[in-house]
Protein backbone atom coordinates (compact mmCIF):
# COMPACT_ATOMS: atom_id res chain seq x y z
CA UNK A 1 0.00 0.00 0.00
CA UNK A 2 1.40 3.44 -1.07
CA UNK A 3 1.44 6.56 0.96
CA UNK A 4 2.48 10.05 1.07
CA UNK A 5 4.59 10.87 3.67
CA UNK A 6 2.36 14.21 4.01
CA UNK A 7 -0.95 12.03 3.98
CA UNK A 8 0.69 9.83 6.66
CA UNK A 9 1.80 12.59 8.49
CA UNK A 10 -2.00 14.09 8.80
CA UNK A 11 -3.05 10.70 9.94
CA UNK A 12 -1.07 11.08 13.03
CA UNK A 13 -1.66 14.32 13.47
CA UNK A 14 -5.52 13.30 13.51
CA UNK A 15 -4.58 10.42 15.39
CA UNK A 16 -3.04 13.30 18.38
CA UNK A 17 -6.14 15.33 17.94
CA UNK A 18 -8.74 12.68 18.08
CA UNK A 19 -7.18 11.33 21.61
CA UNK A 20 -5.46 14.24 23.48
CA UNK A 21 -8.52 14.70 25.43
CA UNK A 22 -9.22 11.55 26.39
CA UNK A 23 -9.18 11.50 30.31
CA UNK A 24 -9.14 7.79 31.32
CA UNK A 25 -6.74 5.97 33.14
CA UNK A 26 -4.57 6.95 35.90
CA UNK A 27 -0.71 7.08 36.68
CA UNK A 28 1.31 3.98 38.09
CA UNK A 29 0.91 4.36 41.49
CA UNK A 30 3.18 0.84 42.64
CA UNK A 31 6.12 3.33 41.68
CA UNK A 32 6.56 6.77 43.49
CA UNK A 33 8.04 8.27 40.82
CA UNK A 34 5.73 7.75 38.54
CA UNK A 35 2.65 8.59 39.63
CA UNK A 36 3.85 12.39 39.83
CA UNK A 37 4.87 12.92 36.23
CA UNK A 38 2.22 15.03 34.90
CA UNK A 39 -0.70 13.29 33.12
CA UNK A 40 -1.34 15.79 30.35
CA UNK A 41 1.92 14.45 28.48
CA UNK A 42 1.23 12.99 25.22
CA UNK A 43 3.12 12.18 22.41
CA UNK A 44 3.40 9.74 19.22
CA UNK A 45 6.67 9.20 16.79
CA UNK A 46 6.41 7.02 14.16
CA UNK A 47 9.74 5.49 12.43
CA UNK A 48 10.30 4.91 8.73
CA UNK A 49 12.84 1.98 7.58
CA UNK A 50 14.58 4.97 5.57
CA UNK A 51 14.70 6.71 9.23
CA UNK A 52 12.03 9.53 8.32
CA UNK A 53 10.17 10.33 11.40
CA UNK A 54 6.94 11.93 11.92
CA UNK A 55 6.29 12.91 15.39
CA UNK A 56 3.49 15.16 17.18
CA UNK A 57 3.47 16.64 21.04
CA UNK A 58 5.70 15.55 24.11
CA UNK A 59 8.00 13.20 22.01
CA UNK A 60 10.90 14.87 23.34
CA UNK A 61 9.72 14.11 26.83
CA UNK A 62 12.23 11.80 28.67
CA UNK A 63 9.90 9.36 30.69
CA UNK A 64 10.62 5.77 32.28
CA UNK A 65 10.97 3.15 29.50
CA UNK A 66 10.19 0.39 32.24
CA UNK A 67 8.99 -2.56 30.96
CA UNK A 68 9.51 -1.59 27.32
CA UNK A 69 13.04 -2.36 28.12
CA UNK A 70 12.60 -6.13 28.65
CA UNK A 71 12.03 -6.08 24.34
CA UNK A 72 15.49 -4.66 24.18
CA UNK A 73 17.33 -6.85 26.73
CA UNK A 74 15.39 -10.21 25.48
CA UNK A 75 17.02 -8.86 21.78
CA UNK A 76 20.65 -8.84 23.35
CA UNK A 77 20.40 -11.94 24.72
CA UNK A 78 18.96 -13.73 21.83
CA UNK A 79 21.60 -12.06 19.61
CA UNK A 80 24.20 -13.54 22.05
CA UNK A 81 22.95 -16.96 22.99
CA UNK A 82 20.73 -17.41 19.64
CA UNK A 83 16.64 -18.49 19.81
CA UNK A 84 16.98 -22.15 21.22
CA UNK A 85 18.87 -21.52 24.06
CA UNK A 86 16.64 -18.64 24.98
CA UNK A 87 13.64 -20.83 24.48
CA UNK A 88 15.38 -23.90 26.91
CA UNK A 89 16.12 -21.03 30.04
CA UNK A 90 13.44 -18.88 29.71
CA UNK A 91 10.64 -19.77 27.31
CA UNK A 92 8.34 -17.92 25.11
CA UNK A 93 4.93 -18.75 26.58
CA UNK A 94 2.42 -15.72 27.64
CA UNK A 95 0.84 -16.93 30.61
CA UNK A 96 -2.29 -14.38 30.80
CA UNK A 97 -1.55 -13.23 34.17
CA UNK A 98 -0.04 -10.09 35.23
CA UNK A 99 3.31 -8.75 34.51
CA UNK A 100 4.56 -9.29 38.10
CA UNK A 101 2.38 -12.33 38.70
CA UNK A 102 3.86 -15.12 40.96
CA UNK A 103 1.44 -17.40 40.64
CA UNK A 104 2.90 -18.19 36.79
CA UNK A 105 6.04 -18.74 37.94
CA UNK A 106 4.53 -21.11 40.06
CA UNK A 107 2.77 -22.62 37.60
CA UNK A 108 5.00 -22.86 34.60
CA UNK A 109 8.01 -23.77 37.32
CA UNK A 110 10.18 -25.17 34.48
CA UNK A 111 10.45 -21.77 33.16
CA UNK A 112 10.29 -17.84 33.66
CA UNK A 113 7.60 -17.71 30.68
CA UNK A 114 8.97 -15.35 28.53
CA UNK A 115 11.65 -12.82 28.46
CA UNK A 116 8.73 -10.37 28.46
CA UNK A 117 7.33 -10.26 31.99
CA UNK A 118 8.83 -9.12 35.19
CA UNK A 119 10.64 -13.26 36.04
CA UNK A 120 12.13 -13.91 32.43
CA UNK A 121 13.27 -10.12 32.11
CA UNK A 122 15.36 -10.74 35.41
CA UNK A 123 16.21 -14.13 34.40
CA UNK A 124 17.38 -12.40 30.77
CA UNK A 125 19.41 -9.87 32.43
CA UNK A 126 21.28 -12.84 34.52
CA UNK A 127 22.00 -13.90 30.93
CA UNK A 128 23.92 -11.17 30.12
CA UNK A 129 27.69 -11.36 29.98
CA UNK A 130 29.83 -11.53 31.35
CA UNK A 131 28.52 -13.87 34.31
CA UNK A 132 29.68 -12.44 37.59
CA UNK A 133 30.86 -9.28 36.75
CA UNK A 134 27.62 -6.32 36.98
CA UNK A 135 29.71 -3.79 35.78
CA UNK A 136 30.45 -5.43 32.72
CA UNK A 137 26.95 -6.62 32.52
CA UNK A 138 25.71 -3.16 33.01
CA UNK A 139 27.76 -1.86 30.43
CA UNK A 140 26.89 -4.53 27.76
CA UNK A 141 23.11 -3.36 28.37
CA UNK A 142 24.08 0.27 28.32
CA UNK A 143 25.48 -0.20 24.86
CA UNK A 144 23.23 -1.96 23.24
CA UNK A 145 20.05 0.45 24.14
CA UNK A 146 21.96 2.92 22.74
CA UNK A 147 22.44 1.15 19.26
CA UNK A 148 19.21 -0.07 19.27
CA UNK A 149 17.59 3.48 20.17
CA UNK A 150 20.04 5.51 18.11
CA UNK A 151 21.50 7.68 20.69
CA UNK A 152 22.66 6.74 24.45
CA UNK A 153 19.85 6.40 27.16
CA UNK A 154 20.56 8.00 30.89
CA UNK A 155 19.14 6.60 34.15
CA UNK A 156 16.56 8.47 35.51
CA UNK A 157 17.98 8.20 39.29
CA UNK A 158 14.72 9.54 40.93
CA UNK A 159 12.66 6.70 39.94
CA UNK A 160 15.95 3.92 40.12
CA UNK A 161 15.82 4.86 43.80
CA UNK A 162 11.98 5.05 43.70
CA UNK A 163 11.89 1.58 42.37
CA UNK A 164 14.56 0.20 44.30
CA UNK A 165 12.86 1.15 47.47
CA UNK A 166 9.16 -0.95 46.58
CA UNK A 167 10.30 -3.72 44.67
CA UNK A 168 9.32 -6.30 47.28
CA UNK A 169 7.75 -8.26 44.79
CA UNK A 170 10.58 -8.45 42.24
CA UNK A 171 12.33 -9.67 44.99
CA UNK A 172 10.32 -12.57 45.67
CA UNK A 173 10.51 -13.15 41.93
CA UNK A 174 14.27 -13.31 41.79
CA UNK A 175 14.71 -15.84 44.63
CA UNK A 176 11.60 -17.86 43.59
CA UNK A 177 13.82 -18.11 40.26
CA UNK A 178 16.69 -18.98 41.88
CA UNK A 179 15.02 -21.26 43.61
CA UNK A 180 13.95 -23.52 40.26
CA UNK A 181 17.41 -22.95 38.60
CA UNK A 182 15.61 -20.53 36.55
CA UNK A 183 18.12 -17.50 37.22
CA UNK A 184 22.02 -17.29 35.98
CA UNK A 185 23.97 -14.96 37.77
CA UNK A 186 23.65 -14.09 41.56
CA UNK A 187 19.54 -13.06 41.67
CA UNK A 188 20.35 -9.75 43.75
CA UNK A 189 22.64 -8.20 41.26
CA UNK A 190 20.33 -9.69 38.17
CA UNK A 191 17.60 -7.80 39.67
CA UNK A 192 19.10 -4.54 40.57
CA UNK A 193 19.95 -4.60 36.69
CA UNK A 194 16.48 -5.32 35.91
CA UNK A 195 15.36 -2.17 38.12
CA UNK A 196 18.28 -0.39 36.13
CA UNK A 197 17.40 -0.88 32.88
CA UNK A 198 13.53 -0.05 33.76
CA UNK A 199 14.80 3.08 35.06
CA UNK A 200 16.08 4.39 31.90
CA UNK A 201 14.38 7.33 30.77
CA UNK A 202 13.43 7.37 27.00
CA UNK A 203 11.60 9.65 24.49
CA UNK A 204 8.80 8.54 22.48
CA UNK A 205 11.17 9.37 19.28
CA UNK A 206 13.89 7.00 20.67
CA UNK A 207 11.12 4.49 21.23
CA UNK A 208 10.14 4.70 17.28
CA UNK A 209 13.62 4.24 16.46
CA UNK A 210 14.07 1.08 18.14
CA UNK A 211 10.68 -0.01 16.90
CA UNK A 212 11.62 0.88 13.41
CA UNK A 213 15.17 -1.11 14.00
CA UNK A 214 13.32 -4.00 14.89
CA UNK A 215 10.48 -3.55 11.46
CA UNK A 216 14.05 -3.24 9.75
CA UNK A 217 15.02 -6.49 10.94
CA UNK A 218 18.34 -5.25 12.81
CA UNK A 219 19.47 -2.48 11.07
CA UNK A 220 18.68 0.95 12.88
CA UNK A 221 17.22 3.31 10.37
CA UNK A 222 18.76 6.56 11.68
CA UNK A 223 22.39 5.52 12.14
CA UNK A 224 22.57 2.42 9.58
CA UNK A 225 23.98 0.07 12.05
CA UNK A 226 23.34 -3.50 11.84
CA UNK A 227 22.06 -4.48 15.68
CA UNK A 228 21.16 -7.82 15.72
CA UNK A 229 21.01 -10.79 13.19
CA UNK A 230 17.97 -10.14 10.81
CA UNK A 231 17.49 -14.26 11.41
CA UNK A 232 16.16 -13.79 15.10
CA UNK A 233 13.36 -10.78 13.83
CA UNK A 234 10.77 -12.80 13.93
CA UNK A 235 11.20 -14.52 17.15
CA UNK A 236 11.93 -10.89 18.60
CA UNK A 237 8.18 -9.76 16.87
CA UNK A 238 6.33 -13.38 18.39
CA UNK A 239 7.39 -12.55 21.70
CA UNK A 240 6.35 -8.91 21.14
CA UNK A 241 2.53 -9.86 19.71
CA UNK A 242 2.11 -12.71 22.56
CA UNK A 243 2.54 -11.36 25.66
CA UNK A 244 3.33 -7.39 25.00
CA UNK A 245 0.36 -5.76 26.49
CA UNK A 246 -0.35 -8.97 29.15
CA UNK A 247 -2.87 -9.85 30.12
CA UNK A 248 -5.09 -7.95 27.45
CA UNK A 249 -2.60 -9.19 24.39
CA UNK A 250 -5.17 -11.01 22.84
CA UNK A 251 -7.54 -7.64 22.86
CA UNK A 252 -5.05 -5.85 22.06
CA UNK A 253 -3.66 -7.49 18.79
CA UNK A 254 -7.32 -8.46 17.54
CA UNK A 255 -8.26 -4.37 17.50
CA UNK A 256 -4.81 -3.04 16.58
CA UNK A 257 -3.38 -5.48 14.46
CA UNK A 258 0.32 -4.54 15.60
CA UNK A 259 2.54 -6.44 18.16
CA UNK A 260 3.62 -3.80 20.72
CA UNK A 261 5.10 -3.67 24.10
CA UNK A 262 3.68 -0.97 26.82
CA UNK A 263 5.82 -0.09 29.71
CA UNK A 264 4.38 1.42 33.10
CA UNK A 265 6.07 4.39 32.72
CA UNK A 266 3.37 5.16 29.87
CA UNK A 267 5.61 4.40 26.88
CA UNK A 268 4.19 1.88 23.81
CA UNK A 269 6.51 0.47 21.15
CA UNK A 270 4.58 -1.03 18.46
CA UNK A 271 6.39 -2.77 15.58
CA UNK A 272 5.20 -3.50 11.76
CA UNK A 273 7.58 -5.32 10.11
CA UNK A 274 8.77 -3.85 7.03
CA UNK A 275 6.88 -0.63 7.18
CA UNK A 276 7.48 1.06 10.31
CA UNK A 277 8.10 1.54 14.38
CA UNK A 278 5.36 3.16 16.13
CA UNK A 279 5.47 4.88 20.01
CA UNK A 280 3.24 6.85 21.81
CA UNK A 281 3.67 7.63 25.34
CA UNK A 282 1.14 9.50 27.34
CA UNK A 283 1.23 8.64 31.56
CA UNK A 284 -2.22 7.82 32.55
CA UNK A 285 -2.77 3.45 32.33
CA UNK A 286 -5.74 1.09 32.22
CA UNK A 287 -6.22 -1.50 35.05
CA UNK A 288 -3.59 -3.76 33.19
CA UNK A 289 -0.80 -1.23 33.09
CA UNK A 290 -1.02 0.03 29.54
CA UNK A 291 -1.22 3.93 28.85
CA UNK A 292 -4.72 4.55 28.16
CA UNK A 293 -4.06 7.43 25.24
CA UNK A 294 -0.74 5.79 23.74
CA UNK A 295 -3.72 2.57 22.92
CA UNK A 296 -5.82 4.97 21.43
CA UNK A 297 -3.60 6.24 19.33
CA UNK A 298 -2.08 3.44 18.05
CA UNK A 299 -5.15 1.99 17.14
CA UNK A 300 -6.13 4.77 15.73
CA UNK A 301 -3.07 5.39 13.28
CA UNK A 302 -3.29 1.29 12.48
CA UNK A 303 -6.69 1.29 11.54
CA UNK A 304 -6.62 4.17 9.44
CA UNK A 305 -4.17 2.71 7.25
CA UNK A 306 -5.49 -0.53 7.46
CA UNK A 307 -2.21 -2.29 8.23
CA UNK A 308 -2.33 -5.80 9.59
CA UNK A 309 0.53 -8.05 11.03
CA UNK A 310 -2.05 -10.90 9.82
CA UNK A 311 -2.75 -8.96 6.47
CA UNK A 312 -0.45 -9.23 3.82
CA UNK A 313 0.20 -5.00 3.27
CA UNK A 314 3.11 -3.22 3.52
CA UNK A 315 3.22 0.43 3.91
CA UNK A 316 5.05 2.27 0.98
CA UNK A 317 5.79 5.48 2.07
CA UNK A 318 6.49 7.83 -0.80
N1 LIG B 1 9.76 -1.87 36.59
C1 LIG B 1 8.38 -2.26 36.57
C2 LIG B 1 8.19 -3.46 37.46
O1 LIG B 1 9.06 -4.29 37.53
C3 LIG B 1 7.99 -2.56 35.15
C4 LIG B 1 6.57 -2.96 34.98
C5 LIG B 1 5.97 -2.58 33.63
O2 LIG B 1 6.36 -1.59 33.01
O3 LIG B 1 5.04 -3.30 33.20
O4 LIG B 1 7.17 -3.57 38.10
Redesign the pocket.
Known amino acids: MKISKKDLTAIVKEAYNAVKDENGGKN ?1 D ?2 PYLQNIPSSLFGIALCLPDGRIIEVGDTQYVFGI ?3 SKVLTAILVINEYGTAEVMNRIGADATGLP ?2 SIFAILLEKDHPSSPLV ?1 AGAISACSMVKPTGDADKKWQAIDSYFARLCGGKLSVIDELYKS ?1 SAT ?1 F ?2 KSIAWLLKNYNRIYDDPDMSLDL ?2 RQ ?2 YGVTARQLAVCGATIANKGVNPVTGERVFDSAIAPQIVSLIATVGF ?1 EHTGDWLYTSGIPAK ?4 GGIMAIMPGSFGLAAFSPPLDDA ?1 NSYRAQLAIKYITNKLGVNIFGDSVLEVV
Open positions: AYIESVFNNENNNYTCSYTGVGG
